[in-house]
């Protein structure tokens, strides 16, 4: 059961641009929600999350926005740089339980 | 401060053998998590320890098993692989789970299994 979906595998931006990770999700019970960035070879490290009493949270050039009506979140990236291509997961939390997506891959084209 | 550490990073197994893959928690940290993350795809939770005890589990049978040890360091043990069972088993390690948690995990690099 896809809990978490994140329907683009792969985006590619031009660095100084904007990038734009979008996420859907089903259970409403999902009360936290997060993303995660992969490089190769390396397990994925947290980046920035949101509250679902939040609609936006942001760090640096990292925001997270939450939509609950719509059970959708997005990560803007601006602006995009080389080192940021990676997979970025989205995960959304309840108790004891965390549901991850596919992951988007980015690629930043200098 | 020591990371998540996983081991053994790669193995190969053969169908109906058992497997146990090892992982230390970042220091101070009291909750282990097990996810297996299957090609292309998102990781999947499997279980989670907090103080020596299954306190979540996902859709996984009950031939996946764990340990969690006094140190909190953990065990993932599963039993008459399957080819299905060939996939990358992320360890990740957290402040005690609940509403009082961010739901941050630190992830381990992992250990590669592939079954034949």
């Known amino acids: 059961d896809q809990q978490v979906k994140q329907n683009s595998p792969s985006l590619s931006v031009q660095e100084g641009r904007i990038s734009i990770l979008n996420c859907d999700y089903t259970?409403?019970?999902?009360?936290?929600f997060l993303w995660y960035k992969k490089y190769p070879a390396e397990g994925p490290t947290f980046l920035i999350s949101?509250?679902?009493?939040?609609d936006k949270n942001e760090d640096g050039r990292f925001t997270v926005f939450l939509n609950k009506s719509a059970k959708h979140l997005s990560l803007h990236i601006v602006p995009s740089q080389p080192g940021d291509s990676a997979v970025y997961f989205c995960a959304a939390s309840a108790v004891n339980d965390m549901r991850f997506g596919a992951g988007t891959r980015l690629t930043v084209k200098p | 401060e020591t990371g998540v550490t996983q081991s053994p990073t790669h193995l190969i197994k053969t169908r109906g053998q058992q497997v146990t893959l090892r992982c230390s928690s970042q220091s101070g940290h009291n909750t282990v998590s097990w996810y297996q993350q299957a090609l292309g795809q998102g990781p999947q939770f499997i279980f989670q320890y907090y103080r020596e005890e299954e306190n979540g589990r996902g859709n996984f049978p009950p031939r996946f098993s764990g340990l969690q040890f006094p140190n909190y360091s953990s065990e993932l043990n599963v039993n008459a692989l399957e080819l299905d069972d060939s996939a990358l088993y992320l360890c990740a390690s957290s402040l005690s789970w609940g509403r009082a948690n961010t739901g941050e995990l630190f992830f381990g690099e992992g250990s590669r299994l592939t079954v034949l």
């Open positions: 259970n409403s019970m999902f009360d936290y």
């Open positions: 949101i509250s679902s009493i939040k």
